[in-house]
Antibody
Framework: QLQLQESGPGLVKPSETLSLTCTVS??????????WGWIRQPPGQGLEWIGS???????YYTPSLKSRLTISLDTSKNQFSLKLNSVTAADTAVYYC??????????????WGQGTLVTVSS | QSALTQPASVSGSPGQSITISCTGT?????????VSWYQQHPGKAPRLMIS???NRPSGVSHRFSGSKSGNTASLTISGLQAEDEAEYYC??????????FGGGTKVTVL
């Protein structure tokens, strides 16, 4: 059974870098042939797709965040990570890691982590 | 502004059927069958209800069904129950190699 678990600081200062990790169990990031993604949800607002990374390392980012965003794989730890630099209060959100059920398909996710709240504040 | 358009709210009485629409373009909903629907209760992670337009995952009630016509996808909830009261989101793959979400629809059971 695939399980995803987000981890990282719950509080980040403005202009600093937001860093989160998603630990995967029940599948291998390196061999899987899936797209692994990040989605966020500001308090009281809707869902926003941030970006995804394929098991080969190819990345796909939402255009509005592309200049500040890096998603990477750590296959030795079976984890993938998100780094968002120069954050502002607008980046305050619950961040989810997720994965579709269809191999080689960059599409809406089927499996979600429980989410982690990141607050940007001094 | 969300890429996919959903009504802000839909309501119905217990036992009734309701339909939530999700309107996009030929570059997303209309062009691909990678359309999903999610249910989200307050403080919880989204739960997949429908994938690939009309596929219902194991464990999801048969009261939930999905369809698509042109650039609009729809989620129908039949036999509405109190536990169905939640926020619902649609999502689609896009031609720009991204994933779009709708703005969400609040379902109220009267």
């Amino acid at each position: 059974q695939l399980q995803l678990q987000e981890s990282g600081p719950g509080l980040v200062k403005p202009s600093e870098t937001l860093s989160l990790t998603c630990t995967v169990s029940g599948d291998s990031l390196f061999r899987s042939g899936y797209y692994w993604g990040w989605i966020r949800q500001p308090p009281g607002q809707g869902l926003e797709w941030i970006g995804s990374i394929y098991s080969s390392g190819s990345t796909y980012y939402t255009p509005s965040l592309k200049s500040r965003l890096t998603i990477s794989l750590d296959t030795s730890k079976n984890q993938f990570s998100l780094k968002l630099n120069s954050v502002t209060a607008a980046d305050t959100a619950v961040y989810y890691c997720a994965r579709p059920s269809i191999p080689m398909a960059l599409g809406p996710p089927d499996f979600w982590g429980q989410g982690t709240l990141v607050t940007v504040s001094s | 502004q969300s890429a996919l358009t959903q009504p802000a709210s839909v309501s119905g009485s217990p036992g009734q059927s309701i339909t939530i629409s999700c309107t996009g373009t030929s570059g997303d909903v209309g062009g691909y069958n990678y359309v999903s629907w999610y249910q989200q209760h307050p403080g919880k992670a989204p739960r997949l209800m429908i994938s690939e337009v009309r596929n219902r995952p194991s464990g999801v009630s048969h009261r939930f069904s999905g369809s698509k016509s042109g650039n609009t996808a729809s989620l129908t909830i039949s036999g509405l129950q109190a536990e169905d009261e939640a926020e619902y989101y649609c999502s689609s793959y896009t031609s720009g190699s991204t994933v779009a979400f709708g703005g969400g629809t609040k379902v109220t059971v009267l």
